[in-house]
């Protein structure tokens, strides 16, 4: 079946570090990755791209890389500070009757402690 | 420009009744998808409109249904409210649906308690 994983367990790093999420996914060949960040009670914001034809995409302090044979994504955050905390989210492209439908995965909530 | 727009923010409603949200989606952007976001289940897909046509619906009972309006303009319908529906529902809105263009911006999405 198809299954989009992300670390279930909060990631708590020391501000300064660098975070390191990670997103596998099985039975999907999707032409590009999204990753998104969530904070409480919000809707989820866009934060970066990735094509399947790009090894990394980076913007600011924030990394993606998309290895499509683990079929896997890791998503950095360098520099880390506690405004970072929040949920993020990877979602992919999955095609269904012809058109793309964005499926995510359930998120790995990140706390940036001081 | 203004995002996306969900109203009500907040429902409470009584097992049994029936639900309609609204989402007015950016300017100029003709895709709307809705979401229901639960502790346990996360993010799950419920259907997509473009151009007022149902293109893409994910694994939802016939209860939930939606519509979308020449404006862009799309509201979904719950009937016969189950305590499991109790969820926050999220409408996303982009230029096209599909394609690598296709970041979505959401809205701040609807809670619904059911009771």
């Known amino acids: 079946s198809q299954k989009i994983e992300q670390n279930s367990e909060a990631l708590n790093i020391q501000e300064g570090k660098t975070a390191t999420l990670t997103c596998n996914y099985t039975?999907?060949?999707?032409?590009?990755l999204q990753w998104y960040r969530q904070d409480p009670g919000r809707g989820p914001v866009f934060l970066l791209l990735?094509?399947?034809?790009?090894k990394e995409k980076r913007k600011e302090r924030l990394k993606v890389t998309f290895d499509t044979t683990l079929k896997q994504s890791l998503f950095h955050i360098t520099a880390s500070q506690p405004a970072d905390s929040a949920t993020y989210l990877c979602?992919?492209?999955?095609?269904?009757?012809?058109?793309?439908?964005?499926?995510f995965g359930a998120g790995t909530r990140l706390a940036v402690h001081p | 420009k203004a995002g996306v727009t969900q109203t009500p923010r907040y429902l409470i409603k009584t097992r049994g009744q029936q639900v309609t949200l609204s989402c007015s989606p950016i300017?100029?952007?003709?895709?709307v998808s809705w979401y229901q976001q639960t502790p346990g289940q996360g993010l799950q897909f419920l259907f997509e409109?473009?151009?007022?046509?149902?293109?893409n619906k994910g694994n939802f009972p016939g209860r939930f249904s939606g519509r979308q309006f020449s404006n862009s303009r799309s509201e979904m319908n719950v009937s016969t409210l189950e305590l499991g529906d109790s969820a926050l529902y999220l409408c996303?809105?982009?230029?096209?649906?599909?394609?690598?263009?296709?970041?979505?911006?959401f809205g701040q999405g609807t809670r619904l308690t059911v009771v």
């Open positions: 996303a809105s982009s230029l096209t649906g599909g394609g690598p263009n296709t970041e979505a911006f």
């Open positions: 300017s100029g952007h003709r895709s």
């Open positions: 039975n999907y060949s999707p032409a590009y």
């Open positions: 409109y473009f151009s007022e046509t149902q293109r």
């Open positions: 990735i094509r399947e034809n790009e």
């Open positions: 979602a992919l492209d999955s095609i269904s009757g012809g058109y793309n439908k964005l499926i």
